[in-house]
């Protein structure tokens, strides 16, 4: 089974600071890697993921996510964060054995202040 | 325009008292899933979805039922609610399972059982 750790509940955050959330994941097979964001009273959207290839992934509003295999990690990170940033975020993991079951972190409060 | 759909948003009921909640996606997606957010624990799976008339359990099932009679909907029953399945439930769907494709998700439905 697999399991997934975000290291930070809350995060607070300076605008125009850099930030970076940090995700690790255990799993015994091949996982695929996911960051999701959750505005105020939203649903969830993709950020960005990770299936294979280049170890740097770009998303979207200037997130950029990098795989460690041998640290089994997958932190996010935006090198100037906004107001608008404000949100969770949620790390996301899937097997590629598991047809489709995603493996959610408890998430991390992001909160960016003037 | 694509989406994935929930009703009701808000809903308050008594414990015992039969429920359902809707879910309908209009991407002819294969895959569906129910999530349950709590505070701290992130989005847990209840139930998951590969395709019509296929249906599973995931993390935690237990006092929920689904059924997959068409493509688009995957409806959440709740039998007889308790206070414990207060929460922030979100449906969502992808293309296939597995495959690492992306999951939509709808808006979310918040219930609360007094």
């Known amino acids: 089974a697999q399991s997934v750790t975000q290291l930070d509940s809350q995060v607070p955050v300076f605008e125009e600071a850099p930030v970076e959330l940090r995700c690790n994941y255990s799993s015994s097979v091949s996982v695929y890697l996911f960051w999701y964001v959750q505005y105020p009273n939203q649903g969830l959207q993709l950020l960005l993921k990770y299936l294979s290839g280049s170890t740097l992934v770009k998303g979207i509003n200037g997130f950029e996510a990098e795989f460690n295999k041998s640290q089994t990690s997958f932190h996010l990170r935006k090198p100037s964060v906004h107001i608008s940033d404000t949100a969770e975020y949620f790390c996301?993991?899937?097997?590629?054995?598991?047809?489709?079951?995603?493996?959610f972190g408890a998430g991390t409060q992001v909160v960016v202040t003037p | 325009e694509a989406q994935v759909t929930q009703n009701p948003r808000y809903l308050i009921t008594v414990t015992g008292k039969k429920l359902t909640v809707t879910c309908s996606q209009n991407?002819?997606?294969?895959?569906m899933s129910w999530y349950r957010q709590d505070p701290g624990l992130g989005l847990r799976q209840i139930y998951y979805?590969?395709?019509?008339?296929?249906?599973d359990k995931g993390d935690v099932p237990e006092g929920y039922k689904v059924s997959r009679k068409e493509k688009r909907n995957f409806p959440l029953i709740l039998e007889s609610p308790s206070p414990n399945q207060t929460s922030l439930y979100f449906c969502?769907?992808?293309?296939?399972?597995?495959?690492?494709?992306?999951?939509?998700f709808g808006p979310g439905t918040r219930l609360t059982v007094t």
């Open positions: 979805s590969m395709n019509v008339e296929v249906t």
């Open positions: 996301a993991v899937m097997t590629t054995d598991s047809w489709g079951k995603l493996q």
């Open positions: 991407m002819n997606h294969e895959y």
């Open positions: 969502a769907s992808s293309l296939r399972a597995g495959g690492g494709y992306e999951q939509y």
